[in-house]
T-cell receptor
Framework: DAKTTQPTSMDCAEGRAANLPCNHSTISGNEYVYWYRQIHSQGPQYIIHGLKNNETNEMASLIITEDRKSSTLILPHATLRDTAVYYCIVRVSSGSARQLTFGSGTQLTVLP | EADIYQTPRYLVIGTGKKITLECSQTMGHDKMYWYQQDPGMELHLIHYSYGVNSTEKGDLSSESTVSRIRTEHFPLTLESARPSHTSQYLC???????????FGSGTQLSVL
């Protein structure tokens, strides 16, 4: 699985968009980009995933660059409850149970 | 909403005790996983299962054992708990080739 690089921490003002970057320069053609978040002391929560097209759901948008070497998770209107560690993971989507490696992630703090 | 449950939520026990952490899911997922996470640190996969009667060790060596006798149930057992086992244990499940994991709320284990 391709390695990912994320900033250690970021701040965002409440109500503003939070843009979380992720670099995955060694990504291969069949690897997906997944985003999860983990609120303090809880289990991680799936947010969104994509292959090469931009994706949007009720939680967030995922923007993947044309060369697929980086992506950005966008929380359009951050709230205090969005304060969490955000993990960017690159993984081949297959039938294998060998599972997602979460890494260190980005600690997003939403400020009032 | 994910239907995956872990009990107990918190457990404080003495050294040498045998413990079992329970994990159940009602979604019919074939794959289940156990992750271990220390405060502020990364999640590490310690066990996973493709399905009934299938169990494998994960990336992080663990003295715990697991069983998968029923699809919905994936308990983790420590035969003789030690202070080094103090950690948060997170159970997750997924279905087929989908890498979307659903996590339980975790069990925070403290061994005195």
């Amino acid at each position: 699985d391709a390695k990912t690089t994320q900033p250690t921490s970021m701040d965002c003002a409440e109500g503003r968009a939070a843009n979380l970057p992720c670099n995955h320069s060694t990504i291969s053609g069949n690897e997906y980009v997944y985003w999860y978040r983990q609120i303090h002391s809880q289990g991680p929560q799936y947010i969104i995933h994509g292959l090469k097209n931009n994706e949007t759901n009720e939680m967030a948008s995922l923007i993947i660059t044309e060369d697929r070497k980086s992506s950005t998770l966008i929380l359009p209107h951050a709230t205090l409850r969005d304060t969490a560690v955000y993990y960017c993971i690159v993984r081949v989507s297959s039938g294998s149970a060998r599972q997602l490696t979460f890494g260190s992630g980005t600690q997003l703090t939403v400020l009032p | 909403e994910a239907d995956i449950y872990q009990t107990p939520r918190y457990l404080v026990i003495g050294t040498g005790k045998k413990i079992t952490l329970e994990c159940s899911q009602t979604m019919g997922h074939d794959k289940m996983y156990w992750y271990q996470q220390d405060p502020g640190m990364e999640l590490h996969l310690i066990h996973y299962s493709y399905g009934v009667n299938s169990t494998e060790k994960g990336d992080l060596s663990s003295e715990s054992t697991v069983s998968r006798i029923r699809t919905e149930h994936f308990p983790l057992t420590l035969e003789s708990a030690r202070p080094s086992h103090t950690s948060q244990y997170l159970c997750a499940s997924s279905i087929g080739g989908n890498e979307k994991l659903f996590f339980g709320s975790g069990t925070q284990l403290s061994v005195l």
